[in-house]
Every structure is written in C-alpha cells, then in structure tokens.
C-alpha cells in the first residue's frame, strides 16, 4: 500500500526577515527513500528541523505520520529516529554506556550488542565517546537512530567524514532499513550517495525545490552530453562549430561536455570539425547527464536567475 508517511505542503520557514524556505512541497511514501539534495544554506536542515519538530513552521503544513511532529510530538517521538548533524554525546561514556543510556529511555530498544554490530562498531564497546574518530561517532548516532526500531528515519548527512568502507557500509545499512519497510529522509553533500540510495530526490536551492522526482525524472529533462579533452583550442572556438545543434558548451581547462538533444548529429558534425583541422577528440564519450553535472548547472542557473 502506498501510504504517505511525510508529508509537506507549500512550507516556509522565516528567521526574523531572512525567508530560508519558501514554499516547498513533497511526500514520501512508506518504505521509501527520499533525498534533499541542495546547496550551502539551501535550507534542508531547516526543512528537517520543522519535520523533527524542532520548531513550528512560519507558513504551511508538516506531518509525519499523520501527526504534527510539534503539537502532537508524543505520537511521533518514538517512531522516529534521528541522525543530526551534530549530535550531543557525553564524550565521558564509553560506547557501550552510551548506548545503554539511551536504551533505557527506548521502549523496545535493540539489544547492545546486535545494534553495535549492525553499524559496525562491536569492536569499539569500551571505548570512551571521546576518543572516537570523527567516523565512529557518526556511526554511534546512526545506532542510537535505528535503537528503537523506528517506521522513519531523518538522517542529515549520515556520512560526512565517512572513509569510503564505512560509506558503503552505511548504504547497506540505510538499504536494508528501507527494505524492512521504514521510510527514510536523507540530506546529503555527495551526490553518489543520493544516486545509491534514493527513490526519489529534491534539489533544493535558496529555500526552493528547483526539481523534483525519480532520478530518471530529473535526468531525462536534460540533454545527452558528449564530452572529450581538446588541447589547445580555446574553448570560445566551440559553440561556433557551423551546424553543431548543442544546447551548452561547458569547459573545464581543455575538457569539454556539449549538452545536446542530437547527439547523433552534433557527433557528426563535431568528428567532422575536429577531422578537418586534424584535431583529435581524446577521451570522447556519450552519455547521459550524472546526477553531480545536473546539480551544477540547477546551482549555476539559478545563482545567474538571482
Ligand atoms: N537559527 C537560525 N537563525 C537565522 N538563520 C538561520 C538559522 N538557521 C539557519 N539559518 C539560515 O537559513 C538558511 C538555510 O539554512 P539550512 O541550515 O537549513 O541550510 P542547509 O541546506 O541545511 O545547508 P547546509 O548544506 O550548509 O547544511 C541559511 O542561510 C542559514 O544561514
């Protein structure tokens, strides 16, 4: 059945005259994975921060299933979990009282040992909270979030300072939490994470939702990309290839990507060009646009827009 567990409608989100959500709106359904991508500042925590019920919203609606996560805050509370950015521990503890602090205040909390395992720090009981590195403390929080079995999961940048064993090991984590059924509201710096994981994915940007949808959704908007190196031509030769259809021309130093919904002729047509100077086109592929381009061009258009 495809219930909706999170929902938003037309939120904003004010500090004192800085509007740092304007508007948005999304659902996600049970047992799903839903992400917010964005730039600095875009205002996913703050999106967060009203759904945790953290503080109520200037304009609009959240709830999380089917509650308001502020005023009806105990029917939510411990179906919940949480992974913020920054999370309080006391660095005095060791993991394993830690852990056993919070499972006192859990109702129906995971035992110890199996909740230490399922993020991989079984090995780290006795040490203490402070002598952690930056990546075992961020695991220590995503136990405590899957502690008491919660039916959804707010994880905000689950992976920062990650090393990328401990990365794939959350993803598989993440993964099998959503195949148990729970539902899961990810914010996230690295876009691989989000191409992994998620169902469905929002960019936001400057407190909007500039796309929303299946990756396939937000790819399929876009051009096809040809891209290749060219030494030694200035990049302001290329958009003036005579009959090249591209929709933009972007260059890195001497690597170019042509956005086209032609590929086949601009391909034609630029082996052409670059045949009769007797240029080669090194490195040249076709492909669709990755997840990390689109998020680039959606921050730059809309920086320009501003
Ligand atoms: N308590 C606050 N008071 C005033 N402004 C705030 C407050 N919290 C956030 N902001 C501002 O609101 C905007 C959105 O912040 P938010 O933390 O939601 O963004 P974000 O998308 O999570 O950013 P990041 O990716 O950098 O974590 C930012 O401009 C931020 O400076």
């Known amino acids: 059945m495809n219930t909706t567990v999170i929902e938003v409608r037309d939120l904003h989100q004010r500090y004192d005259d800085f509007e740092a959500v304007r508007g948005i709106s999304f659902e996600v359904a049970r047992g799903e ?6 730039t600095n500042g875009a205002g996913k925590t703050t999106t967060l921060d009203v759904l945790e019920g953290f503080h109520p919203p200037t304009k609009g609606q959240a709830r999380v299933l089917g509650h308001d996560p ?6 939510v509370r411990q179906r919940v979990g949480l992974v913020l950015q920054e ?5 005095d503890l060791t993991v394993a009282e830690t852990v056993d ?3 006192r205040w859990t109702p129906r909390a995971l035992e110890r040992r199996h909740v230490l395992e399922r993020v991989g720090l079984a090995h780290r009981e006795a040490v203490r909270v402070a002598q952690l590195s930056g990546g075992e403390k961020r695991r220590l929080d995503l136990a405590l979030a899957i502690l008491g079995r919660p039916e959804v999961l707010f994880l905000d940048e689950p992976t920062t300072g990650l090393d990328p064993e401990a990365r794939r090991n959350v993803w598989a984590l ?6 148990e059924g729970v539902t899961v509201l990810l914010t996230t710096h690295y876009l691989d994470e989000a191409e992994h994981l998620a169902q469905r994915l929002a960019i936001m940007h400057a407190g909007r939702i500039v796309t929303e949808g299946t990756l396939g959704d937000v790819v399929a908007g876009r051009g096809t990309r040809i891209a290749f190196r060219l030494p030694g031509v200035r990049p302001s030769e290329l958009p003036y290839v005579p009959g090249l259809t591209r929709r933009s021309v972007r260059a890195d130093g001497d690597a170019y990507a042509v956005e086209t919904d032609e590929p086949q002729e601009d391909l034609r047509v630029l082996l052409t060009w670059a045949h009769e100077r007797g240029l080669e086109l090194t490195g040249l ?3 669709r646009p990755s997840l990390e381009e689109i998020f680039l061009e959606v921050a730059e258009t809309e920086r320009v827009a501003a």
């Open 33 to 38: 994975l839903y992400a917010l991508l964005g």
């Open 101 to 103: 602090a919070w499972r």
């Open 70 to 75: 502020l005023t009806e805050r105990a029917a």
């Open 87 to 91: 999370a309080g521990f006391y660095k």
């Open 285 to 287: 592929e076709v492909r």
């Open 174 to 179: 993440v993964r099998e939490m959503v195949a």
